[in-house]
């Protein structure tokens, strides 16, 4: 049961290069999210999808592209990278059941963008 | 802007006391979670609390919500050093778009 996964775990690379984050889960959840952790902000929301196909903004979506041509994947791309993307970045899924709130998070990828 | 604000930010306690996590948020939720993270790791669902209830119960979790106040308290009860960690509150507003917004964390260590 592998649940949600992130690859890779760890990044460190160059202003300006174009970095993809992955992100998979195993459980068919409907909602996924991609949000980006820093000290003293707690957990930002950057982008969301609903379903295949479906995605949406969030609070810091600058910067940033996501798809999600397949339910189990939602990878996050950083176009050009700059410094300010240094961050840790965790991916998480909720099922669309009406009752079924809560979310489950991967281990995070740590990003260091020199 | 961050929906929930955690008090204290940091909290050391001795195994087996009592831990006491307070959020604050700022606009109306459809119900407020509770995550915990251990250091390196993701984030844990711990525990939900809807609108309309007042008082949860899970195992030695207690959370209440006063929706007046715009508030709510997380309560650890005989600590563990296995319970060192950090600790989110999490606002949900729209259970149609599910997205969470999250306060910065309180930090509890338990001394054993």
């Known amino acids: 049961d592998a649940g949600i996964t992130q690859s890779p775990r760890y990044k460190i690379t160059e202003t300006g290069r174009q970095v993809t984050l992955m992100c998979h889960q195993t459980w068919s959840h409907s909602y996924m999210f991609w949000y980006r952790q820093d000290l003293g902000h707690g957990l930002r929301l950057i982008y969301y999808?609903?379903?295949?196909?479906?995605?949406d903004k969030g609070e810091v979506p600058d910067g940033y592209v996501v798809s999600r041509s397949k339910t189990e994947n939602f990878p996050l791309t950083l176009e050009s990278a700059t410094r300010s993307q240094t961050s840790v970045y965790f991916c998480a899924s909720s099922e669309a059941s009406g009752g079924a709130l809560t979310q489950y998070f991967g281990p995070g990828t740590r990003l260091l963008v020199l | 802007s961050q929906q929930g604000e955690e008090d204290p930010q940091a909290l050391s306690i001795q195994e087996g006391e009592n831990a006491t996590m307070n959020c604050s948020y700022k606009?109306?939720?459809?119900?407020l979670q509770w995550y915990r993270q251990n250091s390196g790791r993701g984030l844990v669902h711990l525990i939900l609390i809807r609108s309309n209830e007042r008082e949860k119960h899970s195992g030695r979790l207690r959370v209440t919500l006063d929706t007046s106040k715009k508030s709510s308290s997380l309560l650890i009860t005989a600590s563990r050093a296995a319970d060192t960690a950090s600790y989110f509150c999490a606002g949900l507003k729209d259970t149609g778009r599910r997205a969470l917004t999250f306060g910065s964390g309180t930090r509890l260590q338990v001394q054993p």
């Open positions: 606009t109306s939720i459809n119900n």
């Open positions: 999808s609903a379903a295949a196909d479906i995605t």
